[in-house]
């Protein structure tokens, strides 16, 4: 019931930017922490920021001053601007987060991602 869905990915040259979005979607839930991460090919699944319901962030060292994760908690939806872009920042982007239902009762959702191609 309950999903992720990002947007915004595409083609963008070096030095160029890009916004994606995530939205969340069901009924039943709030949403504690977001967060963004990004996968190259052949590469692992790694973080690139996160931000808590209090808007708290945190960004990986390699997108720190370039990148801004922020959240629209009316909307449950979680964005990521991304300026400066390096060739090296080509990867499938995806949304992850915590959800809950009860005080003690959370679960994690992925989105199916977004691709973000930068050319040199």
């Known amino acids: 019931q309950v999903q992720l869905v990002e947007s915004g990915g595409g083609l963008v040259q070096t030095g160029g930017s890009l916004r994606l979005s995530c939205a969340a979607s069901g009924s039943g839930f709030s949403i504690n922490a977001m967060g963004w991460y990004r996968q190259a090919p052949g590469k692992q699944r790694e973080l690139v920021a996160t931000?808590?319901?209090?808007?708290?962030?945190n960004y990986a060292d390699s997108v720190k001053g370039r990148f801004t994760i922020s959240r629209d908690n009316a909307k449950n939806m979680v964005y990521l601007e991304m300026n400066s872009l390096k060739p090296e920042d080509t990867a499938v982007y995806y949304c992850?987060?915590?959800?809950?239902?009860?005080?003690?009762?959370?679960?994690?959702?992925w989105g199916q991602g977004t691709q973000v191609t930068v050319s040199s």
């Open positions: 992850n987060a915590e959800f809950r239902r009860a005080i003690v009762s959370t679960f994690h959702v």
């Open positions: 931000i808590t319901s209090a808007g708290r962030t």
